[in-house]
């Protein structure tokens, strides 16, 4: 066999092998993940309120603040980041507006989440001299759902073929009858998965909240004052692990942690599958 | 009727148009007050003992942000040494190599990976990689090596997606030339495919910094967060981001140790503003070849 | 020309930056009538086509002179309403391109967005619009099914439905057929002749035999001029210019 003949075995077989441990890793983790946190999970844990410093509390009010915060932080920027897209898709003409606009939104995204954080915690914290509230949290996580709706929307959008537009035009519809009856409905299945996305990243986020919504949760459940501190999930896991005073912290965790995964794919199952059915069914079977 | 149709179609351009400013107005938000905070810090701290001097002790007035930056560079630099070729080896593996069934398997894995949360991948290196780490090297186990092995697996997805699709879109005609002269695959990987889909492999790399920069939560569990120039692979430092977040709630707004976080925080910005310039950078050198 | 001039072109110029895509067209449409554009790709019939419910208008770049009048107004007149405009001429383009929603919504889409709500009246508007394109007895049991289930033909009816909804005056068509298999093309072409009872039509093609056909006028481009322009019997039996001759006896394009 040539030389070159073997080095393209050596080299199939490497990438082979990287592929394989990438999913040993995966696998790895997720393993360890549910396998530790999983036998935590009880009833108890996930309806009852935390302890500050004895053992035995549950993450109740955290696992509704995640969805809280969460669905606050997309209502605030989902007009915003869809709007955005939707002006650069649909509206934008080349020009310094433009690109002003599409440099921040790649700048935006950029910006690491603790200096979101920061941000927040001037504005909601000191300068509106709130504290720590949910609905400060809300706000300072929206900044980081805004880039990210923004680009989805503009490139799905844009994937829409101008025929459909030009139909609508020809009919005498105006510019945002065209947009927001021809071609949003068109591109509302990839929005939807950029907000997946988003919400994804939004229920795990921790930087961000730890300065702005705060690292303690409502006495009750299911408290709505947006005035209030609200701990989601993560932040938990992080308190407990790096300052908390709980003595079953690594329990707390080693079940957050599961629960967190849990809540991430379940919710991107949720929203995935109504889409695909929603998809099959508009294209007429 | 029609009226109400214009009147619609202008208000819905105006709103369009403060959307897409309302970004713009952020992002500028966002320097300003970072910044004014941040830059106040050298009313009070000679500006370079905060770039260059290793001392950190705020209690005593020693401002030397050296070691967080040092210690967010190495831990960054390991984790695109371990996660670079991983990822650029498992793009390849997806664009030419792997059969459809383990591509969309690999897909999934890659979605999985974005999808777990960052503290998680902290807690998973403080009770797996810093014991191992403190069994395999002896000393405490916290450090920029374990720090790096976390976020090489977090930027995994970055570095693999992007250079996947840079792979991927090298026009037909370029791969088959060489197929046909005759060059193995890997020959036409390494000769033809990497060199065309270089420019935008480089700028999923540098991505990669730049999220590796900025990551926090992460890091912070596993860093051992001592302010110190970085003494080891597997001893005890801190990075930007991880003293900013052990700090910041003990500090009152306004003191100079306040605002030295606040540099650090401006200092993360300025990085992911260079970096996305960068990234501008590479791909326009790319398309002008 | 004998017959009444619905739509008028004067020394139209159009260009793309700064490509010059027509050259001074000049050219009187009939009421009732179906016009024929042909000649080879790029010769601007397309182009001239979208300048008569300014189409072009959505093209980065384009720019216009001279005049279209409709009625004898100028269609590129400041104080014209281009909604309006378009409502009154009507389009169908070269790939079927229904929307993403039910039959029905297809073909309300037009009457909902100029207003219209009342659910007797668009079911009315429907089926008199499905009928007008020969669709109805196909499509009138399933309504309410995505318009993405129909066939490429179907799909074209369709097209030309929801235009025939907003009741248009003129119809465009920009080879509405070069897209569709024989049997629906001549489904396609026994419509528009029966469509001229009641609309204007100019209809852009690159099939000479269907001009033939179909046509009662026919005008030929070549390289954005207009070369030749009279009833479409005379033209094909005995054009007047040597460029048509060689077109019409495919020497070229």
């Given amino acids: 066999m040539s030389r070159a003949r073997v080095?393209?075995?050596?080299?199939?077989?490497?990438?082979?092998?990287?592929?394989?441990?990438?999913?040993?890793?995966?696998?790895?983790?997720?393993?360890?993940?549910?396998?530790?946190?999983?036998?935590?999970?009880?009833?108890?844990?996930?309806?009852t309120r935390s302890q500050a410093m004895k053992a035995g509390g549950g993450v109740g009010s955290q696992l509704f603040n995640t969805f809280y915060l969460t669905g606050l932080s997309l209502l605030f920027s989902l007009p915003i980041g869809v709007g955005a897209g939707v002006y650069m898709a649909e509206y934008a003409k080349p020009g310094r507006f433009t690109d002003l606009v599409r440099l921040s939104v790649e700048a935006l995204a950029s910006v690491p989440s603790i200096v979101l954080g920061l941000f927040g915690m001037i504005l909601f914290v000191n300068t509106m001299g709130w504290g720590f509230t949910i609905i400060g949290g809300a706000l300072?996580?929206?900044?980081?759902?805004?880039?990210?709706?923004?680009?989805?929307?503009?490139?799905?959008?844009?994937?829409?073929?101008?025929?459909?537009?030009?139909?609508?035009?020809?009919?005498?519809?105006?510019?945002?009858?065209?947009?927001?009856?021809?071609?949003?409905?068109?591109?509302?299945?990839?929005?939807?998965?950029?907000?997946?996305?988003?919400?994804?990243?939004?229920?795990?986020?921790?930087?961000i909240l730890i300065y702005t919504a705060g690292v303690t949760a409502s006495r009750h459940m299911g408290d709505l004052n947006l005035f209030n501190a609200g701990e989601t999930l993560a932040v938990r896991i992080w308190y407990v692990k790096s300052e908390g005073l709980v003595p079953d912290a690594d329990a707390i965790a080693a079940g957050t942690s599961a629960l967190l995964l849990i809540v991430v794919l379940v919710f991107n199952l949720a929203l995935a599958l109504p889409l695909y059915l929603w998809q099959k069914k508009r294209m007429g079977r | 009727m029609l009226n109400r149709a214009y009147v619609s179609d202008k208000a819905a351009r105006y709103l369009l148009w403060a959307s897409a400013a309302a970004v713009t107005l952020t992002i500028v938000a966002i320097l300003i007050f970072v910044g004014k905070e941040g830059l106040l810090t050298f009313a009070d701290v000679n500006p370079f003992a905060f770039f260059f001097s290793p001392e950190w002790d705020p209690p005593q007035g020693h401002f030397g942000a050296l070691p967080f930056f040092v210690g967010s560079i190495t831990a960054t630099l390991i984790a695109l040494l371990l996660g670079g070729p991983l990822g650029l080896a498992c793009a390849i593996f997806m664009a030419k190599v792997s059969p459809g069934w383990m591509r969309s398997v690999m897909r999934q894995a890659s979605n999985l990976f974005v999808g777990i949360p960052s503290v998680v991948y902290g807690y998973i290196g403080m009770t797996v990689l810093v014991p191992w780490s403190r069994e395999t090297f002896g000393g405490q186990g916290v450090g920029v090596l374990v720090a790096g092995m976390i976020l090489a697996v977090m930027i995994l997805p970055t570095i693999t997606t992007v250079a996947e699709d840079a792979i991927r879109?090298?026009?037909?005609?370029?791969?088959?030339?060489a197929l046909g002269l005759g060059a193995t695959r890997w020959q036409t990987i390494w000769g033809v495919l990497l060199p065309a889909a270089r420019p935008r492999i480089l700028a999923g790399v540098i991505l990669a910094f730049a999220r590796a920069f900025g990551e926090t939560t992460a890091v912070q569990m596993v860093i051992g967060n001592a302010p110190r120039l970085v003494p080891g692979l597997t001893s005890g430092t801190s990075t930007l981001t991880s003293q900013i977040i052990m700090e910041m709630g003990q500090t009152p707004p306004g003191s100079p140790w306040n605002r030295a976080l606040f540099m650090m925080a401006f200092g993360l910005v300025v990085n992911s503003m260079l970096m996305i310039l960068l990234v501008r950078w590479v791909s326009n050198r790319g398309v002008a070849k | 020309m004998a017959e009444q001039a619905r739509i008028s072109a004067q020394n139209l110029d159009l260009y793309y930056g700064a490509f010059r895509a027509l050259r001074s067209i000049s050219l009187d449409i009939a009421e009732h009538r179906v016009t024929a554009l042909i000649g080879p790709s790029g010769c601007g019939k397309s182009s001239f086509l979208r300048t008569l419910n300014r189409m072009n208008d959505l093209v980065q770049g384009a720019r216009v002179q001279g005049k279209i009048l409709l009625d004898g107004k100028d269609i590129y007149a400041p104080d014209v309403d281009v909604v309006l405009l378009r409502k009154r001429i009507g389009m169908v383009f070269q790939r079927p391109n229904p929307f993403p929603m039910s039959i029905y919504d297809n073909v309300a889409y037009g009457p909902r967005i100029h207003g219209e709500s009342n659910k007797r009246v668009l079911d009315e508007l429907v089926e008199s619009s499905l009928k007008g394109a020969a669709l109805w007895d196909e499509v009138k049991d399933r309504l309410s099914k995505s318009a993405l289930g129909l066939s490429g033909g179907q799909q074209q009816r369709l097209c030309i439905a929801r235009s025939l909804a907003v009741k248009p005056e003129v119809l465009l068509m920009d080879e509405p057929a070069s897209a569709l298999d024989p049997i629906s093309t001549s489904k396609i072409e026994d419509l528009i002749r029966d469509l001229r009872e009641t609309y204007t039509i100019v209809i852009v093609t690159h099939n000479m035999q269907q001009a033939a056909r179909i046509s009662d006028f026919t005008a030929f481009f070549l390289s954005g001029e207009l070369v030749e322009y009279g009833s479409t019997g005379a033209m094909f039996t005995n054009p007047k210019d040597q460029r048509t001759e060689d077109y019409i006896t495919g020497r070229f394009g």
């Fill in chain 2, 169 to 177: 879109d090298v026009p037909g005609p370029l791969e088959e030339g």
């Fill in chain 1, 140 to 207: 300072t996580l929206s900044l980081l759902n805004l880039p990210t709706l923004v680009r989805v929307t503009e490139e799905t959008m844009r994937s829409v073929p101008a025929i459909y537009r030009e139909g609508s035009l020809a009919l005498g519809a105006t510019r945002w009858q065209t947009v927001s009856k021809a071609v949003l409905p068109s591109a509302l299945p990839g929005i939807l998965t950029g907000v997946t996305l988003v919400a994804g990243r939004a229920i795990g986020e921790t930087a």
């Fill in chain 1, 7 to 47: 080095f393209d075995r050596l080299a199939t077989l490497l990438l082979w092998a990287a592929g394989l441990g990438t999913l040993v890793i995966l696998a790895a983790f997720l393993i360890r993940i549910l396998g530790q946190g999983l036998p935590y999970i009880t009833w108890d844990f996930l309806t």
